[in-house]
């Protein structure tokens, strides 16, 4: 079965940078599409980025300019560089990959998650 494993979460001061990557398991992993979410306390699961198998990118308002997906499909691993990090980034991320199963149905993998923190 497929599993997503997410790493490179910490603690970091507002203005600094991190990296995350999500290691994907799966023999057709790279022409789907891949994606980061993340949950702050209280809060419901929010989209940050998306990156499809050809590469096209989507990213949420919030992060735009800040962030970058991107897929290194030789490795079966996304990644995500989180620049100018605000404490609003302050979360828990997820990896997800989305797979359409038909024309109206797809079902969707979910990593642990890794905790992003940014404080003074």
């Known amino acids: 079965q497929v599993q997503l494993v997410e790493s490179g979460g910490g603690l970091v001061q507002p203005g600094g940078s991190l990296r995350l990557s999500c290691a994907t398991s799966?023999?057709?992993?790279?022409?789907?599409?891949m994606a980061w979410y993340r949950q702050a306390p209280g809060k419901q699961r929010e989209f940050v980025a998306a990156?499809?198998?050809?590469?096209?990118?989507n990213y949420a308002d919030s992060v735009k300019g800040r962030f970058t997906i991107s897929r290194d499909n030789a490795k079966n691993t996304v990644y995500l560089q989180m620049n100018s990090l605000k404490p609003e980034d302050t979360a828990v991320y997820y990896c997800?990959?989305?797979?359409?199963?038909?024309?109206?149905?797809?079902?969707?993998?979910w990593g642990q998650g890794t905790q992003v923190t940014v404080s003074s």
């Open positions: 799966g023999s057709i992993f790279s022409i789907y599409t």
């Open positions: 990156i499809t198998g050809r590469g096209i990118t």
């Open positions: 997800n990959l989305d797979i359409p199963t038909t024309s109206w149905t797809r079902v969707r993998y």
